[in-house]
């Protein structure tokens, strides 16, 4: 018996790592013809990629046969990268303006918990496998977090930050806009003012479940409150420390110039929009390491909305509309070239779920190399969040998050908005 166990045992290390996978789970065998493995380095022809139990086991070169009882999955036609990444989502709706208002006031909190996992979908579907949350009341989000790490529905993989926090009066101070006789309405819990009203703020989002800390230095175009800063330094420095004493990261709404210099001094992770930044913001950004997520195609739902109804929104946040169509994109022609790390996120919501790699085009538009772009939704984008050992790169061991398209986004980005193939975590979604 012993003889028995010891000959199989040096039989099973014999076996390739791919035949031993075999042995333990099902696998999938994808023949691709082009694969972009690690965005930011010279693309790999003809490929097979085993994935067995969620995970890559390998990337062997050239179209190897797949064995007896495994599925087989041809993209030689194809172009296939790692799962796209959008690092600023807000999947509980993308209604906006008045219709958006309504819709607050009409539609159950079931209902919207089933909008929420719907627009997950859109997002998953378009290629995107992993999404930051940044933002959203009740819970919605938190709760199809846990119900996709559980496996009771697909969507994509979700970092969350709870409810966004502000200062009273901020830009995500739900009563703003409102009239007073409703106010009561409306939690308060994302609010604090002061330093110790802001640390407990934190904690009390870590522990509803948060992945992420999201605040507000400045106002915003969608509450109309504007560029103005509305928070302290101690304020926004109590925030940060206190999240990273959690060891949670921060991303920090900011559009005025003196928020995001704020934001930054004090430590923030990522800059979320930055629509003002000028060279000495991007100098401090680059030199501290700051990630910047420009969220360029919330233009686009705003340009649609007013084409079907130009009252869509109130006069104070139209004029904040129009002010950010204008400046579009300038933030970035100064940030990337001075090595501010860019990190891709679309503001999903305003703009349209599902539709988050219309964002590649404006990326190229205002100045990234397609090349440059794809980098920004994967390896950085899985850096900033923090799931860069799990995915954001075709690698033996990570995630079996795979998408592919027919042509070559390198030379054309817009065919990113066309997927053929998308795997999740070993599960296909999207067949070829």
Same mark, same amino acid.
Request: include cysteine; aromatic fraction near 4%; charged fraction near 20%.
């Given at each position: 018996?012993?003889?028995?166990?010891?000959?199989? !045992?040096?039989?099973?290390?014999?076996?390739?790592?791919?035949?031993?996978?075999?042995?333990?789970?099902?696998?999938?065998?994808?023949?691709?013809?082009?694969?972009?493995?690690?965005?930011?380095?010279?693309?790999?022809?003809?490929?097979? =990629?085993?994935?067995?139990?969620?995970?890559?086991?390998?990337?062997?070169?050239?179209?190897?046969?797949?064995?007896?009882?495994? $599925?087989?999955?041809?993209?030689?036609?194809?172009?296939?990268?790692?799962?796209?990444?959008?690092?600023?989502?807000?999947?509980?709706?993308?209604?906006?303006?008045?219709?958006?208002?309504?819709?607050?006031?009409?539609?159950?909190?079931?209902?919207?918990?089933?909008?929420?996992?719907?627009?997950?979908?859109?997002?998953?579907?378009?290629?995107?496998?992993?999404?930051?949350?940044?933002?959203?009341?009740?819970?919605?989000?938190?709760?199809?977090?846990?119900?996709?790490?559980?496996?009771?529905?697909?969507?994509?993989? +979700?970092?969350?930050?709870?409810?966004?926090?502000? $200062?009273?009066?901020?830009?995500?101070?739900?009563?703003?806009?409102?009239? /007073?006789?409703?106010?009561?309405?409306?939690?308060?819990?994302?609010?604090?003012?002061?330093?110790?009203?802001?640390?407990?703020?934190?904690?009390?989002?870590?522990?509803?479940?948060?992945?992420? +800390?999201?605040?507000?230095?400045?106002?915003?175009?969608?509450?109309?409150?504007?560029?103005? $800063?509305?928070?302290?330094?101690?304020?926004?420095?109590?925030? +940060?420390?206190?999240?990273?004493?959690?060891?949670?990261?921060?991303?920090?709404?900011?559009?005025?110039?003196?928020? =995001?210099?704020?934001?930054?001094?004090?430590?923030?992770?990522?800059? /979320?929009?930055?629509?003002?930044?000028?060279?000495?913001?991007?100098?401090?950004?680059?030199?501290?390491?700051?990630?910047?997520?420009?969220?360029?195609?919330?233009?686009?739902?705003?340009?649609?909305?007013?084409?079907?109804?130009?009252?869509?929104?109130?006069?104070?946040?139209?004029?904040? +509309?129009?002010?950010?169509?204008?400046?579009?994109?300038?933030?970035?022609?100064? !940030?990337?070239?001075?090595?501010?790390?860019?990190?891709?996120?679309?503001?999903?919501?305003?703009?349209?779920?599902?539709?988050?790699?219309?964002?590649?085009?404006?990326?190229?538009?205002?100045?990234?190399?397609?090349?440059?772009? =794809?980098?920004?939704? $994967?390896?950085?984008?899985?850096?900033?969040?923090?799931?860069?050992? /799990?995915?954001?790169?075709?690698?033996?061991?990570?995630?079996?998050?795979?998408?592919?398209?027919?042509?070559?986004?390198?030379?054309?980005?817009?065919?990113?908005?066309?997927?053929?193939?998308?795997?999740?975590?070993?599960?296909?979604?999207?067949?070829?």
């Amino acid at each position: 018996m012993k003889i028995s166990m010891l000959a199989l !045992a040096v039989t099973l290390a014999a076996m390739p790592v791919a035949a031993q996978a075999q042995s333990a789970a099902p696998q999938t065998w994808i023949h691709a013809g082009r694969v972009i493995a690690v965005p930011g380095q010279a693309p790999r022809g003809a490929t097979t =990629i085993v994935v067995a139990d969620g995970k890559i086991v390998s990337l062997q070169d050239g179209y190897v046969p797949a064995p007896a009882g495994a $599925t087989a999955i041809d993209l030689k036609d194809k172009t296939v990268l790692p799962g796209l990444i959008d690092s600023h989502v807000h999947l509980a709706s993308d209604r906006g303006g008045n219709e958006r208002l309504v819709s607050a006031m009409t539609d159950s909190l079931p209902l919207n918990a089933y909008e929420t996992y719907w627009n997950g979908m859109k997002t998953l579907r378009a290629g995107f496998t992993t999404v930051r949350n940044l933002g959203d009341s009740k819970g919605k989000v938190l709760a199809l977090k846990e119900a996709v790490k559980r496996g009771w529905v697909q969507g994509p993989r +979700i970092l969350d930050a709870g409810e966004s926090i502000s $200062t009273t009066g901020g830009h995500m101070d739900g009563r703003v806009g409102l009239a /007073e006789d409703v106010h009561a309405m409306v939690g308060t819990e994302n609010l604090c003012d002061g330093v110790d009203d802001c640390r407990k703020a934190v904690r009390r989002q870590i522990g509803r479940g948060a992945d992420v +800390i999201k605040f507000a230095t400045t106002g915003g175009v969608n509450s109309g409150t504007g560029l103005a $800063t509305r928070m302290f330094d101690d304020e926004a420095k109590a925030l +940060i420390d206190t999240a990273h004493a959690y060891g949670r990261k921060v991303a920090v709404h900011a559009h005025g110039l003196d928020g =995001i210099k704020l934001a930054v001094r004090a430590g923030a992770d990522s800059i /979320e929009h930055g629509t003002t930044i000028d060279e000495e913001a991007a100098k401090m950004m680059a030199k501290a390491g700051t990630y910047y997520v420009p969220t360029l195609s919330t233009v686009n739902g705003y340009l649609e909305r007013l084409a079907a109804n130009p009252n869509a929104y109130s006069p104070a946040v139209r004029a904040q +509309i129009d002010w950010r169509i204008g400046i579009t994109g300038k933030s970035l022609q100064i !940030a990337y070239p001075l090595g501010v790390k860019i990190a891709y996120g679309t503001d999903a919501g305003p703009s349209k779920h599902g539709r988050n790699a219309d964002e590649f085009e404006l990326l190229v538009k205002f100045g990234m190399p397609p090349a440059e772009a =794809i980098k920004a939704a $994967t390896v950085n984008a899985a850096a900033l969040l923090g799931v860069d050992k /799990e995915t954001g790169t075709l690698e033996a061991g990570k995630a079996a998050d795979i998408i592919a398209v027919s042509g070559d986004p390198l030379a054309d980005v817009k065919v990113l908005k066309a997927m053929k193939f998308v795997m999740a975590r070993g599960e296909v979604i999207v067949g070829p």
